[in-house]
């Protein structure tokens, strides 16, 4: 049984892993699991998750370097969970969700400010681990804990895949020297080179691009101000690339991190990539679309979207992802509460500022009517896209209407119209935390028994706009 975790709150760093001890052994090993309990906690609807041999209890944080959401979630690995009989699952699920309480608290008083590093150690995970062996022992699942894959016979079979290889290179070599058809066959000598480098036919076993080759693809994309150092000059690209996914588990080799946001980032644009290797992609250079995603080197979310200047300055502040965790979400909560944002006819006048209110309630009413469930399908399994496409319009167009009709009304009260969703954020937030809004939802809490269903609905638009403004840090 073996105990790990991964926080999304490590200051700067973002995301760690946490671990009992810092052993090579322990590492790898949660690094090959980190992936399946990655996806099974972003397919589960409530905590805890289940695999195959392990336990996740997790809940959604915020980030306070980038005010975004992340998951932070503790995993009991070697599990037998066809065992689990009702009253030790039971069991099983309130040990880990006592212990991701205590975690919080130690996650919260750590000092991230030190080296970069994928993993942490926390003392405290060794202890738990300790006690859970000694009370879950019946439902163990036994075997070694880090037992290393084994390459078996493969050495050969490498061999004569390179044979092959190179019998097929002779034969090619002999029809351009015979026709003098260099110019069409030049990609695919080049690609013959490239898998010689490994052997075998599949893209995970061809040679990956030089150094020289990753450098020209992220001048490419990115211009001239680079590293010169080779390696610098990798990680640069997969930094910036990194911006166009959000990673609930991050990966730490920067070419491993080019290959699959490159390959993602063909699949979302409905490219197939199915026999694509990263070769090919680095030798065909950046996509238009791609580039438009970083005009100047910079990351654009709104880079190829065709919309007016007013559209794309306004969602420039927040990534797809952000629209969906921070905006779309706490509104999906909160309307399901709600029910019908209308007023019932002759109820108004029941409440304090009853008719200033009502333009706001008609606006949700409409958001909603037009958009039942509105959510921006991001992807799954722990990656999701940050950057928007054609796809998004229709619920960002109804989005931002609401947020303007909101914001512009003269119950906030803002100093000028807002021109961004940020802006418009803020406007709320002010209002119902200390302007004429705040004074309203407090005079109906005083009242709210004699009153009628109206401040039921007023009291959930404070708790939305709440949610809206605390994403930000806001307090």
């Not at 919309?307 to 309307?335: G, N, Q």
Request: proline fraction near 5%; include cysteine; charge should be neutral.
């Amino acid at each position: 049984m073996y105990l790990f975790a991964l926080t999304s709150r490590a200051g700067h760093r973002n995301q760690v892993f946490l671990v009992p001890d810092r052993s090579d052994a322990a590492q790898k090993y949660v690094e090959a699991r980190a992936g399946e309990v990655t996806q099974a906690v972003g397919s589960a609807a409530s905590s805890p998750a289940l695999g195959d041999d392990f336990v996740v209890a997790w809940r959604d944080v915020p980030q306070v370097t980038t005010g975004r959401v992340g998951r932070e979630w503790l995993c009991v690995s070697q599990v037998d969970v066809p065992r689990l009989a009702g009253p030790q699952r039971k069991a099983l699920h309130e040990w880990l969700e006592a212990r991701l309480g205590e975690l919080d608290a130690i996650v919260t008083a750590r000092d991230w400010q030190g080296s970069a590093e994928l993993f942490e150690v926390i003392p405290q995970l060794g202890q738990w681990q300790h006690e859970a062996r000694r009370t879950f022992a019946q439902v163990l699942r036994r075997g070694a804990a880090f037992s290393p894959a084994t390459s078996g016979s493969r050495g050969a079979g490498r061999v004569r895949r390179r044979w092959l290889v190179g019998l097929s290179l002779g034969v090619l070599l002999a029809f351009v020297a015979a026709t003098g058809a260099i110019p069409g066959i030049r990609q695919q000598l080049k690609s013959i080179f490239r898998r010689l480098g490994k052997g075998g036919d599949k893209p995970s076993d061809r040679a990956k691009p030089s150094d020289d080759d990753f450098c020209n693809y992220a001048k490419q994309l990115l211009g001239d101000n680079l590293p010169e150092d080779p390696n610098e000059c990798k990680k640069r690209l997969a930094d910036k690339l990194t911006k166009l996914y959000y990673f609930e588990v991050r990966e730490t080799d920067p070419e491993k991190i080019i290959e699959y946001v490159l390959k993602r980032f063909e699949e979302d644009m409905g490219r197939k990539v199915v026999d694509v290797d990263i070769g090919t992609l680095i030798d065909s250079g950046p996509a238009d679309d791609l580039k438009k995603l970083f005009p100047n080197g910079e990351f654009d979310p709104t880079g190829i979207m065709d919309w007016s200047i007013e559209d794309k300055k306004f969602w420039k502040d927040f990534t797809a992802y952000e629209v969906e965790k921070l905006l779309l979400e706490p509104f999906r909560t909160v309307h399901n509460e709600v029910g019908q944002w209308k007023l019932q006819q002759g109820t108004g006048p029941n409440w304090p500022l009853a008719n200033d209110f009502e333009p706001l309630f008609n606006a949700l009413g409409k958001f909603a009517t037009d958009h039942p469930q509105p959510q921006l399908d991001l992807g799954s399994e722990g990656v999701f896209r940050c950057f928007y496409v054609d796809r998004d319009e229709k619920v960002l167009k109804g989005l931002r209407e609401l947020l303007q009709e909101l914001a512009w009304q003269p119950v906030v009260q803002a100093n000028e119209e807002p021109q961004t969703a940020r802006e418009c954020i803020k406007a709320l937030f002010k209002a119902f935390k200390s302007g004429k809004a705040k004074e309203a939802v407090d005079g109906c809490r005083k009242y709210a028994s004699q009153l009628s269903e109206g401040p039921g609905k007023l009291f959930k638009l404070d708790e939305l706009v709440r949610k809206w403004g605390e994403s930000f840090g806001w307090r």
